[in-house]
């Protein structure tokens, strides 16, 4: 395959992946992201956060509230 055959085959497979886009939300991306993969509704149909990043939300608000304690309390 030359160069040019491949370049075209290219732009050619890109152009049916554009096609296919289903044309998803930015929202609905980001809700499928931070589901939990496991289980990611409730019985009731409610989200339910991936625990992995509940506990870096933890950690991150932990070590921001550590932080301002020291260096705005603290002498």
């Known amino acids: 395959m030359k160069k ?7 732009v050619e497979r890109l152009r ?3 096609a296919a886009d289903t044309g998803e939300r930015i929202r609905d991306r ?12 409730t019985t009731t149909g409610k989200l339910r956060l991936n625990p992995i990043l509940l506990l870096l939300a933890m950690l991150g608000v932990m070590g ?10 603290a002498p």
């Open 4 to 10: 040019d055959e491949q370049v075209s085959a290219m």
């Open 16 to 18: 049916q992946l554009r």
């Open 30 to 41: 980001t809700l499928r992201w931070i589901e939990d993969p496991l289980v990611p509704k």
């Open 64 to 73: 921001m509230a550590t932080f301002l304690f020291f260096s705005l309390v």
